[in-house]
C-alpha cells in the first residue's frame, strides 16, 4: 500500500484521518484524526504513526 502526503487512511484501531507529513522516506508518519472529540484541551491535534500501524488507505 503506498502512503502519500495528505493520504486518507485508517489506522488498525479503526481511527480515519490523514497525512500530514512523511518522516524519513515513509518510515513514519504525522497523522492528523479527522475526529478530534476525544482530544483533552491542549492535546496535540497530530501525532507520530508507522506503517505498521495503518489499515487501510482510503483515498
Do not use: Q
Not at 10 to 20: P, Q
Amino acid at each position: 500500500m503506498e502512503v502519500e502526503m495528505f493520504s486518507r487512511i485508517k489506522l488498525k484501531d479503526g481511527t480515519v484521518g490523514n497525512i500530514v507529513e512523511i518522516w524519513k522516506d515513509g518510515e513514519a508518519y504525522e497523522f492528523e484524526p479527522a475526529d478530534h472529540s476525544d482530544f483533552d484541551d491542549g492535546a496535540p491535534l497530530t501525532y507520530l504513526i508507522h506503517h505498521d500501524d495503518i489499515a487501510m488507505v482510503i483515498a
